[in-house]
């Protein structure tokens, strides 16, 4: 006599067959794959966070005024941080005078009295955002990682110009000096450190007595 299989059962072995060759497997398979996609999103983003978190604890213990080396160290992270997220990173190097002849007028002991008074009104006038560097006895530069516009790095310079004046007033009223400030922006007039640090040098050559403004950009 012929076995008769139920409806059920062929519902069941249909169930099976699409499972171990058809639709609901490849589905199985690609909600697999894509749990694993997420799970890897979710890893990669606690390791970010936690990167992150580590090096705003290591920019809480940098001094307030840091060198070279720190330098370089900042800007390599805000530089992959700006390549991410399309933003801009500026230099501004802020001259005040040349120390030989300041040497002349006041003495080395003086000079390096009056610079360090100097770089503690930059301090100062900076935000917390902003890093004021010292590469030898009388480069001065503000590191701006982040900025919005063009105008507000112009009503910085201003402001680090006015602050310097106020100082060199206070300490020395019969002294004439005045500051300047030649501004770099990463990535329209360098890609490295030094390119920034140079272009911004170079914007500052540009200044003369005549100058109406005493900050100028890199072209």
């Not at 006599?1 to 067959?17: F, P």
């Not at 770099?184 to 050559?205: C, F, H, Q, V, W």
Request: proline residues 2%.
């Amino acid at each position: 006599m012929e076995k008769k299989t139920s409806h059920r059962g062929l519902d069941d072995i249909g169930k099976a067959w699409g499972w171990l060759f058809g639709k609901n497997r490849e589905t199985d398979v690609e909600k697999a794959q894509l749990d694993a996609v997420e799970k890897q999103k979710i890893d990669n983003t606690e390791d970010e966070q936690q990167s992150i978190k580590a090096f705003q604890d290591d920019l809480s213990a940098l001094p307030t005024l840091i060198n070279r080396s720190e330098l370089e160290r900042i800007f390599s992270f805000f530089k992959t941080k700006a390549d991410r997220y399309g933003m801009r990173i500026a230099f501004l190097d802020v001259f005040v005078g040349d120390c030989i002849s300041m040497d002349h007028a006041l003495g080395r002991q003086e000079c390096e009295s009056l610079l360090n008074e100097i770089c503690n009104r930059i301090i100062s006038l900076s935000r917390k955002d902003e890093f004021a560097v010292k590469l030898d006895s009388s480069e001065l530069y503000l590191f701006v990682p982040f900025f919005q516009s063009e105008e507000e790095l112009c009503l910085l310079s201003e402001r680090l110009l006015k602050g310097i004046e106020e100082t060199i007033q206070t300490e020395h009223p019969n002294l004439s000096l005045s500051g300047r400030v030649g501004i770099s922006i990463y990535p329209k007039n360098g890609k490295t450190l030094d390119e920034l640090l140079l272009a911004a040098r170079k914007a500052l050559y540009k200044l003369d007595a005549s100058s109406k403004r005493f900050y100028h950009f890199a072209l």
